[in-house]
């Protein structure tokens, strides 16, 4: 599983096995877990929220958000080299 980058306390990654769903990334404090948030990307370069699952606290998860938007373009890159495409499919 890629980890992407890391904001404060969080790791925005990949897990290596879920390249057969639109493009997303998820978030965890501290190392990666399984119930991580989940961030879908969106073909016009923005994000939405999937769901909360590592329950962030929404002051956080609003700046956390905005930075993925913000990191679109390395997002969609790192994401056809690390699953092999070069087409994206997208939550909307």
């Known amino acids: 599983m890629p980890s992407l980058f890391q904001i404060g306390s969080y790791k925005v990654f990949f897990w290596s096995n879920e390249n057969n769903e639109p493009i997303h990334v998820h978030i965890s404090k501290g190392k990666p877990a ?3 948030t989940k961030v879908w990307l969106t073909s016009g370069g923005g994000c939405v929220l999937a769901n909360n699952n590592g ?3 929404q002051k956080e998860l609003n700046e956390l958000l ?3 938007a913000a990191q679109y373009f390395l997002i969609c890159s790192e994401w056809k080299e690390h699953f092999c495409t070069e087409e994206i499919a997208y939550y909307c």
């Open 34 to 36: 399984a119930n991580a």
């Open 55 to 57: 329950k962030i606290p």
């Open 66 to 68: 905005e930075i993925i």
